[in-house]
């Protein structure tokens, strides 16, 4: 088992540029999870799908934010265009089943928007 | 808003002591989860306890659950400097919503 693959691991751009970040999930699990990750905030839950489904949005922060789950193995998060207050670290995280058993993170990508 | 809050916000001990995190949280719950988090890493996850559990053991860690109280507690006895990591607890509600994490606890260990 690879565990949840996330690319790149750095990502380093400048403000007004796209962002693509991309997850692999545990094969098998339902639910994916994006999460980021700053100082101020803590860990704050943006999206998450089950089934490749978008079940809850509802903490995408505004419209330059979207996601993707064309299917089982691959989603990504975009920002556009990005801002340097989208700097943080983004996790990806799957589970099996939603909230009855453990979320598998990935290693996270550490954005920096300059 | 974050469901959890951990208490301390920092904790430095020595290797060989035991280090005890705190967690409360606002609404109820189906279960509480403890994560680790290594610098630079991903959180992995150590345990999990359901609401109609008190206690629950695995290897050196121990964690208590008080649904009455709307706290738990992570315990980790004989503490090494490898534990060395911040520590959150996440809880999902009773709706099944989401899994909501704390701020963390960020616990040294001293060789």
């Known amino acids: 088992d690879a565990g949840v693959i996330q690319s790149p691991r750095h990502e380093v751009t400048e403000m007004g540029q796209e962002v693509t970040l991309r997850c692999k999930p545990i094969?098998?699990?339902?639910?994916l999870f994006w999460y980021r990750q700053t100082m101020m905030r803590g860990l704050e839950l943006l999206i998450y799908?089950?089934?490749?489904?978008?079940?809850?949005d509802s903490g995408m922060p505004e419209d330059r934010f979207s996601a993707k789950m064309p299917n089982a193995s691959f989603s990504t998060l975009k920002i556009q265009p990005s801002e340097p207050r989208d700097s943080a670290v983004y996790f990806c995280?799957?589970?099996?089943?939603?909230?009855?058993?453990?979320?598998?993170f990935g290693n996270g990508t550490r954005l920096t928007v300059t | 808003s974050q469901q959890g809050e951990e208490d301390p916000q920092a904790l430095s001990i020595q290797e060989g002591e035991n280090a005890t995190m705190n967690c409360s949280y606002k609404?109820?719950?189906?279960?509480l989860q403890w994560y680790r988090q290594n610098s630079g890493r991903g959180l992995v996850h150590l345990i999990l306890i359901r609401s109609n559990e008190r206690e629950k053991h695995s290897g050196r860690l121990r964690v208590t659950l008080d649904t009455s109280k709307k706290s738990s507690s992570l315990l980790i006895t004989a503490s090494r400097a490898a534990d060395t990591a911040s520590y959150f607890c996440a809880t999902d509600g009773t709706s099944g919503s989401r899994l909501t994490f704390g701020e963390g606890t960020q616990l040294t260990v001293n060789p």
């Open positions: 609404t109820s719950i189906n279960n």
């Open positions: 799908f089950n089934n490749n489904v978008p079940i809850d």
């Open positions: 094969s098998g699990h339902d639910y």
């Open positions: 995280a799957s589970s099996s089943l939603q909230g009855n058993s453990p979320l598998h």
